[in-house]
């Protein structure tokens, strides 16, 4: 009988945030609802690729528990009415919040509306993360049962949560369609060190999108334009634009960049591949080091084994990025024999 409770409890539970989900807390959104309507809010952590597979599980887990507690606190230092907080799902990341203050609701969407801030793994620096939301309203039905009129505000709140998202990738769609046309992206250089004697042995490329903007970084830049089809093109405009400034870099070094299966492909369809390019703009690929993640690795091993064979062969060197965080560290590295680890 125990372990069955156990069982039940894992089901319903979340033991990460330590969150309970929908269904263990409709007895006090039901007291909430005699006392008038209740604003619901659907919150999730704002991401273009599925975040949790570029930063690993753990990490992600750490960000849910972060907006966990966040958003307890604001429900704790309430003036009005005490909120609920769940989850949809165990294991989920959509949050669910429940208010039946209108003022509160207020204030908490405005709260929600700016973000969640976290400290940076490598700089320690404080970083906002950016959060979605949706929200809907419950009223009491006198001819509907009362579950049914709290699952009806849930699904309203997705709904709102789906247009927002809608409007807010066809604003973000123009302003990728117009750095493309104005190519209004910034290339930095990251030194790249030999372990452990930490001489510099070339650069990586770095690109980012305007400042100040959503695109600014490279995880949305990126992130976003594959998901409007769009990655091939910002790719070719971002290995462009680090070829141009390549030429500032001290005498002699070696210049690190990344591309995805995607960009490759495209490279080779729209401007005769990237060795093409690289010679188009004074350079020798053997000048450059192709840097391929693990992940993407693992997603596109055939294809990426082949492309890669043909790279070396024009006089490329390979190094493979973000190694450990895969699933396949001893695969990749018996398939691909790269020139360097990272």
Known sequence: ?????????????????????????????????????VQVFLVRIEQEQSLESMVGW??????LRTLADYLRDV????????????????????????????????RLHELLENGLAVADEESGESVTVALRIGQGTITRSPVQRVERSIYDGVHSANEDFQLRGKALDEHRRKELRTILLERSVTTLFQPILRVPTRNIIGYEALSRGPKG??????????????????????????????LARSHRLPLGSSVFINLSVRGLEYLEAASGGLAHVVHLSGWSPREFVLEITERTYAHSAKILKDRVSALRGQGFRIAIDDMGTGYSSLAVLADLQPDYIK
């Open 75 to 106: 429900l704790t230092t309430s003036r009005g009415t005490a909120g609920v907080l769940c989850l949809d799902n165990v294991r989920g990341d959509n949050f669910l919040v429940f208010s039946g203050d209108q003022r509160e609701a207020g």
């Open 213 to 242: 903007s959503y695109l600014e970084t490279a995880e949305n830049l990126f992130g976003f334009s594959e998901r409007a089809g769009l990655l091939g093109e910002v790719e070719l405009l971002c290995v462009e634009r680090a």
């Open 1 to 37: 009988l125990q372990t069955q409770l156990l069982q039940y409890r894992a089901s319903l539970f979340d033991g990460e945030t330590k969150l309970p989900t929908l269904p263990l807390v409709v007895d006090p959104i039901r007291k909430m609802l005699e006392r008038g309507a």
């Open 58 to 63: 753990e990490r992600y887990d750490e960000l």
